[in-house]
């Protein structure tokens, strides 16, 4: 961050509170209400956006299935960075669910470069 894009507390504090006043209004103006922000819906919301790297499943809004194992490479890497930061500070049900996706995810990507090796004759 350059020193010209640094902000002070009180910045910080407006954009909060600016941020909470659009919340409130486009949930006023919605019908589809999303489920609360919570760890659990914060790891599947991250496992969704793998399994649409990995083809496993159609982009929300094309409707199509690509494969983009970069961008999933770099997702499942984001979960286990956020496994071993919160070491120590999950609940039990938290820590499993991560552990489990992680592990589905990274099973998951291997078959996904399988493939992809198959594709291009690298057998």
Same mark, same amino acid.
């Given at each position: %961050?350059s020193e010209d894009a640094k902000t002070t507390p009180e910045q910080r504090a407006q954009a909060s509170r600016d941020f909470d006043a659009a919340a409130e209004?486009? /949930? &006023?103006?919605?019908? #589809?209400?999303?489920?609360?922000? /919570? @760890?659990? !819906? @914060?790891?599947?919301?991250? &496992?969704?956006?793998? +399994? $649409? #790297?990995?083809?496993? !499943?159609?982009?929300? =809004?094309?409707?199509?299935?690509?494969?983009?194992?970069? +961008?999933?490479?770099?997702? $499942? /890497? %984001?979960?286990?960075?956020?496994?071993?930061?919160?070491?120590?500070?999950? =609940?039990?049900?938290?820590?499993?669910?991560?552990?489990?996706?992680?592990? /589905?995810?990274? +099973?998951? @990507?291997? &078959? &996904?470069?399988?493939?992809?090796?198959?594709? #291009?004759?690298?057998?």
């Amino acid at each position: %961050m350059s020193e010209d894009a640094k902000t002070t507390p009180e910045q910080r504090a407006q954009a909060s509170r600016d941020f909470d006043a659009a919340a409130e209004k486009v /949930d &006023a103006e919605t019908t #589809h209400k999303t489920p609360p922000v /919570d @760890f659990s !819906t @914060f790891v599947l919301s991250m &496992a969704s956006s793998a +399994l $649409i #790297h990995l083809g496993e !499943t159609e982009h929300p =809004e094309s409707g199509e299935r690509t494969v983009n194992l970069p +961008l999933a490479r770099q997702t $499942i /890497d %984001m979960l286990a960075m956020l496994e071993k930061k919160t070491a120590g500070n999950l =609940e039990r049900d938290e820590e499993r669910l991560l552990q489990a996706v992680l592990y /589905d995810l990274r +099973l998951r @990507f291997v &078959a &996904a470069a399988e493939r992809r090796g198959v594709e #291009h004759g690298q057998s």
